[in-house]
């Protein structure tokens, strides 16, 4: 019997996965963070991985070169998560402070800064034209001053993000509410008493009208962000915590993952699960969150890495979501086969691993493995072609993944 020989790099591909399956490749490996990596962002344009650890520093990295470009520490406490404005002008954290704080991800020279808060009516303006480094070792500048701080929540903020038209913030939080935050006046515009339990995760609809928020509490809500009502509650069968949801490309669906090990695909429309994916020993989250992303099958006929440009939502929304082979709502906009892109999930586990699979057929399309701690930030480049994935202690190591 010829005993397999292990690929490189700890890299496990599904044997079934065909010729034009992916075949990322470990690439680098990031340390900067002292504690666990908790948070990972690729900038819409591509040129920026931005990661937040339980450190509560924010690190700025190269993707294309894995380059440590700068870092500080954003907050005395844990960073939970962050966001990158659609249009790559700003970043937005949510710590175990419950605060909020509001960067700019690439800072001019001369920094106008903006000070408020929730709570009251302050907004300060200061120009500083000096930048001088400090010296207490937080790697802080005047220039990495917040433009904003957003204090509404009353315990440690879990989830953060920017809406469509970067112009809102959603948070959640431990104390079991979420709240929109207008980001220009720096003020409350929304307050939802949302779950019984507390909020790990929040996400805009691609139009910005709707809000989600997905909860200890096994319940998934969506919200109308104008009136601030509940449209509609989204349960599993297994009343589950939810750990992660969003919306999908397409505008009809909805990714959750549970503390179940189990992927779910919700039509908005019918409440209805589409589609429930699992793989037992191979995926394990029982314990920990960690994000569930939908992404385009990357191109595979250029040697480099393609930035989408915005022209390109159109092609996200063309990774339609079959139901046995059918287009479950007739009222989805239907799509020639001959333009449909595949869909894959990833999403990372308990055991150290990263597990793609086809949405379609639900087949594990590759597994990657190389951390020694579980993984609970995961970011996936616009192009499709680089992976990062993120971990707890003791590793709390950045891997970088690439096709």
Partial sequence: MAIPISPPNGINPNPEAGPSSPKYQLSQTLTAHR???????????????????????????????????????????????????????????????????????????????????GNDNTNELNEEEDVKDDSNGTGHTKENEPLRILKGHTAPVLSISFSPKSNLLVTGSFDESAIIWDLKKGKILKNLPAHADPIWCVNFDNEGAMVLTASLD????????????????????????????????????????????????????????LKT??????????????????????????????????????????????????????????????????????????????????LQSKSVIQVLQSHNSTVVAVAVHPSGRIIASGSLEPEKAIKLWRI
């Avoid at 297994?238 to 949801?245: D, H, L, Y």
């Avoid at 995926?283 to 920990?288: L, N, Q, R």
């Avoid at 393609?306 to 287009?327: C, L, R, S, W, Y």
């Fill in 35 to 117: 504690r666990a990596v908790t948070a990972l962002r690729f900038s819409n344009d591509g040129k920026t991985l931005l990661s937040a650890g339980a450190d509560g520093w924010l690190h700025f990295w190269d993707p294309e070169t894995g380059e440590h470009v700068r870092g500080f520490r954003a907050h005395k406490t844990g960073i939970n998560d962050i966001s990158i404005s659609p249009d790559s002008l700003y970043i937005a954290t949510a710590s175990d402070d419950c605060t909020s704080l509001v960067y700019y991800l690439n800072p001019p020279p001369s920094t106008i800064n903006f000070t408020s808060s």
């Fill in 218 to 273: 096994g319940l998934i809500r969506l919200w109308d962000v104008s009136s601030g009502q509940c449209l509609k509650t989204l349960d599993n069968d297994t009343n589950s915590p939810v750990s992660f949801a969003s919306f999908t490309p397409s505008p009809y669906f909805l990714l959750s993952s549970t503390l179940s090990s189990t992927l779910r695909i919700y039509n908005i429309h019918t409440s209805k699960v």
């Fill in 277 to 358: 994916i699992q793989s037992p020993n191979l995926y394990i989250s029982e314990k920990f969150p960690c994000p569930s992303i939908i992404f385009a099958k990357p191109n595979l006929s250029s040697s480099s890495v393609d930035v989408v440009e915005d022209g390109d939502d159109a092609n996200q929304e063309k990774m339609d979501i079959d139901v046995d082979g059918k287009n479950e709502d007739r009222n989805s906009k239907v799509t020639n086969h001959k333009d449909k892109q595949d869909a894959w999930i990833i999403t990372g586990s308990e055991n150290g691993k990263l597990i793609i699979w086809d």
